[in-house]
């Protein structure tokens, strides 16, 4: 692991996440200094009494000054506002990430311009909890940390984000930036509009005294756990993510519609077959959870060195459940381009990666990292 | 507490339910016999193993014959044939109550016969897991146990199964039939098919090689937690309690209409308030469960001795939301009927339990527990 004890971190928006990424990297990296700047002076300094933060800026200006990676965790809606004054105030080397939950209109805002220095992020790692005194160093450990490469990022400049993202815990997986936003539509948002509203619905229902909601059991309390959490920060999301949400919510409504038809005409099959799909699709999603561990493998790409390569590369790999354990980028030169040398879990996932390169052209070979050190 | 060592306790259908009640009996209240019937000769040789049962019967009127309390924890839609069985093959003085999910068609179908013995029952404290080699003595460990006592039942069979029930730790609380499975479609019988189309729409996408299901995020897995669990268990309860769940997802799909369309219109005050509902209603369900507890009072009642007395006495003060720890029948004759006394937390509650009883015409007091031994 790189030291990073001379890496300065700034924090633009210091609540839970924010404050988790200054904790994750002061406890897991040593990184020494971590500019905050927040809201309120009182947010600020809770952020330093918890050890979020080394240092409080005044302006964003101030906080990224010396910064040589800027994490970007204030509300989504403000987020793109943010990046373009984190991106002016900042040294013309210092990555700019942001941690919003939503990442199609930002890209677009900000591919546009061919930006270097700006990757799209996303830790999968919501909790019910908001606010810098929840703040925990382990919050991103094994979460999926989405990041969305724009076509002008600089190899190098991902490398190094991935580097630190993969030091403090998290998963970094690249995803574009409309399957994302589809992606959390149905994981995400969607199961946080059924918990807003099935516990409205059933907090409306009084029989003979006697309060529906207070008679919940284990079934419905996990299904609505995240149920009004940070009204604010929800609004921003669902709006923001408005389109695709809609798009889902109407199929969601379209199957319940389905299902109380089969019960209004005695549809036994319907229901059953429902349930048993059901324990197809949760079974496949637990185990996918539970892979065993095993040797790690390199795989070797020699890749151009011109605009796009990275994001179709990693977005690639990440669409076929490949996760990167690390990633490195020797450059070569401008003409010859550079190896990009990914590490991964398993011979099989190295085969898997090499098939999914080969078919996008690319010439790669997969060896165990061992041999591949060695070499 | 009573000694239970001489009661025999019969357990009809050896699951998860059933097996975790024997096992309950047995470690909680030192019961010495629980005979055991099951469907298969493997699963009740498993009972026996895991300690559920001490014996097992080939038949329903083998495991009822000397049985002074029988559950039936069979497939709901088998209870109403076997609590006839039960009947008709144990002794006069045998109460019997059934473990189902649903209550309004077989408290139709037994209470019109006048019956004394049988009441209905349903513990709220579903489990991903099925089988009896899950089952848990501290599965019903401060569980809501709905009874359905009916207009028949005699006082003193409802205080023994309430009394057998609070000593395992569960909360016997009585409520009506339909207002039962109502709140039943709602707090559990929804997410379940919530949970179930969830996981199935996920299921579904795949986008450009990447599943949707296996970027599930905590909030996703929470919600889905009980997709897909026990196939033909739960399509049966969804087909017996088809008429309100179909009620209550029809009013889901309206509220999810209501949700797409403020989408689509860009209304984020409706989205917006959505959550801030859902925050005040979720509180609502949590703080419900840390009421501090508090000192007993006893609410004596004197009581007719005629059918339905019973029932309208308990079923109101569950509606109420009044928790009774202990309830105790003194008949003192047929003519002058007796005195219900009902142990209940707190002052505050007697109170309320007195208010609730004297609206209904009974002539009710609340005493300190103390005074009331004392006395």
């Known amino acids: 692991m790189p030291d990073y004890s001379d890496t300065t971190i700034a924090i633009l928006g210091v609540g839970l996440m924010g404050g988790s990424m200054g904790l994750a990297v002061r406890e897991r990296l040593g990184v020494e200094r971590v500019v905050g700047y927040g809201r309120t002076a009182r947010t600020l300094q809770q952020a330093v009494d918890v050890g979020a933060i080394t240092d409080k800026a005044g302006s964003i200006a101030e906080a990224v000054r010396d910064a040589d990676i800027c994490f970007i965790a204030t509300p989504v809606r403000t987020i793109l506002e943010v990046t373009r004054a984190a991106l002016e105030a900042s040294a013309s080397d210092c990555i700019i990430s942001d941690m919003g939950s939503t990442k199609s209109s930002l890209m677009k805002a900000l591919d546009s311009t061919g930006e270097k220095r700006f990757i799209g992020g996303h830790p999968v790692c919501g909790s019910e909890t908001a606010g810098v005194a929840n703040a925990r160093e382990d919050l991103f450990e094994k979460a999926t940390y ?65 309060e529906a909601l207070l008679s919940a059991g284990p079934s419905f309390r996990d299904m609505t756990r995240v149920a009004g959490s940070n009204p604010q920060v929800w609004t921003d999301i669902f709006m923001e993510n408005r389109s695709w949400l809609g798009e889902v919510l109407k199929e969601h409504g379209e199957n319940i519609r389905r299902i109380t038809e089969a019960l209004e005409r005695g549809d036994e099959d319907y229901i059953r077959q429902m349930v048993i799909d059901a324990a197809v699709n949760h079974n496949r999603m637990l185990e996918a959870e539970h892979l065993a561990p095993s040797d790690l493998f390199v795989v070797k790409v020699p890749v151009p060195d011109r605009p796009g390569v990275l994001s179709d590369v990693t977005v690639a790999l990440g669409n076929a459940g490949i996760n990167i354990d690390d990633l490195v980028f020797h450059r070569i030169s401008v003409d010859q381009g550079g190896v990009l040398s990914l590490v991964v879990s398993g011979g ?9 390169l080969k078919e996008m052209g690319y010439d790669a070979v997969s060896v165990p990292y061992s041999s591949a050190e060695a070499g």
């Open 146 to 210: 989405f990041l969305t490469p724009g076509r002008g990022v600089d190899p190098s400049n991902y490398e190094r984000l991935h580097g630190l993202l993969a030091g403090i815990g998290a998963l970094p997986t690249a995803i574009d930036p409309d399957a994302h936003d589809r992606i959390m539509a149905l994981v995400s948002h969607m199961p946080h509009v059924l918990a807003n509203t099935a516990v409205n619905q059933v907090g409306g229902v009084n029989l003979d005294g006697r």
């Open 348 to 356: 099989e996932t190295g085969d898997r990666a090499v098939s999914v």
